[in-house]
Each structure stands twice: as C-alpha cells, then as structure tokens.
C-alpha cells in the first residue's frame, strides 16, 4: 500500500529499503495520530496547501458563512477489552475491522456539534429517542452507503436546508461513492475530500471523535468494572443513554475548540 501511495506521488521505482527508509524517518506518522504541525513528506504537504486554498477559494466564491461548512468523520466503538496477550500493532489502523459499532460525528465551523448517528450492530434501542442521537443499523455495525444517505437526509441537509454548502469528509470510498456524490450535486453541496494520508492536518473534527470515543468506551469500561457476574456487553439501550450524555456534554463544553481546529487546520494564519 505504500510502495502504490508513493508511486502516485511521483516515485516510479519502490524499493525495500525506500520503503524502510521512509517509516524510519516518518514513524510518528505511522504509529499515533500526529498533532497537526507533524511534518508531511514534501509531496503531501504541496496537497495540503492546495487543499486549504480550495477550502478557502470555495467559501470566498459562494460566500458560505460557518454555518454552511460541515466537517464529519465515523469512528469505531469497541466496548469489550482488548486481548491482553495479543502484541500491539506497530502502525496504526482504524479499527473498523473489529469494532461492536460506529458512530458519525459531524460539526460546522461555528462549533456546533451537530446530531451524532449510532450505527449499532445487529440490533437498535428501544428506548426513547434524543434528537441529538440517531439511531441506524447494520450487520457489521459500520456505516455503509445507505446509512451515509441516512446520515445527509438527517444531518447534513436539514443543516443546510437547500442553501448548498461545504462538506469536508476524508477519501474514504462510502464518503466518495457515486451516489452519495449525486445527492450533495443534487442538494448544492461541495464535497471537499481530503487527499490520502492528510486527515490529521486537515480534518477539523477528527480529535473531537477521537475525544468522543475515549468519553463513550470509559463508562462502558466503568460499566463492566462494575460487575459481579462475567463480562456483558451493554445493550443497546445503555450504550444510546451514554452517547446522549457525552454528545451533550461536548456540545457544551468543545464549541470554543471546535471553532479552534477549523482555524487551525484550514485557515492558518498567513494561508
């Protein structure tokens, strides 16, 4: 997979040891998630410039206020722990691979976080629902084409409401899928889809779901702590209350820092 990124970028002939070469100088990429100031390759870091001038050129041409830009990412929820014996993984993956749920997070430039969606795995709440919480389902309990339809007819267009707008999504193939790509057509919304590898720099929400993931696994952590009998996991029902608590609870308390990363990651001072 590096040796076909690297030749995209311009290097015809991969060897071994490039390949090497390139992990041993760019490691803190390859193991956590980078703070937005780690340097990229200088190929990568050209895509990142053109990208926050795409950004910015498209705000300025349609005249989009904070309310019409819209990040988004999912991310995976694992609510059972970690096989202890297993070895860590040297390099980072994104762990939908083994995930019990996901969940999409989203917010607009202003800060606000907008209603998050559940996709739970085989089986929904029954509970009452929150507006800020929806609720989706699928076997592998991952977001596939339909549920990110789901997501633009609940979220995003009931943002927008027919103004048209900006939405940031990274390449992942659902985010670029022909028909999502003709309902944004339909609707008057850019798709802005962040180059490969470029996430960490560009991507305004992505510690936000990274804060809510940590927030959600910690009380179903303390939730089996608790436990007199063998491990549970939690219904449906318990994991949609936690995520209504901890939607609220960011909502309240990250606007500021939301706000922060759009300007940090798209409109650095002197871009």
Not at 16 to 43: D, I, N, Q, V
Not at 91 to 108: D, K, M, N, Y
Not at 183 to 211: D, M, N, T, Y
Request: aromatic share 8%.
């Amino acid at each position: 997979a590096l040796a076909v990124q690297a030749a995209a970028l311009g290097h015809s002939s991969v060897s071994r040891g490039w390949t090497f070469r390139f992990c041993k100088k760019h490691y803190r990429l390859l193991m956590a998630l980078p703070e937005p100031t780690t340097p990229l390759p200088s190929a990568m870091e050209v895509q990142v410039l053109k990208y926050r001038e795409h950004i910015q050129n498209t705000i300025k041409n349609f005249n989009y206020t904070d309310l019409n830009i819209i990040a988004m990412d999912e991310i995976p929820l694992h609510f059972l722990p970690k096989d202890q014996a297993k070895k860590p993984l040297l390099v980072r993956r994104p762990g939908f691979e083994s995930c019990q749920a996901s969940l999409v997070v989203s917010c607009t430039s202003d800060g606000t976080l907008l209603p998050s969606m559940f996709v739970f795995k085989g089986a929904v709440p029954t509970c009452k629902t929150d507006p800020q919480v929806i609720s989706a389902v699928s076997e592998t309990g991952t977001i596939s084409e339909d549920i990110m339809l789901l997501w633009l007819t609940k979220v995003c267009f009931k943002q927008l409401q027919g103004v048209g707008g900006v939405l940031i999504t990274d390449c992942f193939k659902i985010h670029t899928a022909q028909q999502i790509q003709q309902a944004l057509k339909g609707s008057k919304i850019q798709q802005a889809v962040i180059p490969e590898g470029c996430a960490f720099k560009l991507l305004p929400i992505i510690r936000i779901c990274l804060l809510f993931k940590s927030m959600l696994e910690e009380m179903c952590k303390v939730s089996l702590a608790s436990q007199i009998t063998g491990l549970k996991t939690p219904s449906p029902d318990q994991l949609y209350h936690w995520c209504v608590r901890v939607h609220k609870h960011l909502a309240k308390h990250q606007k500021e820092n939301i706000q922060a990363a759009f300007k940090e990651m798209l409109f650095p001072l002197g871009s």
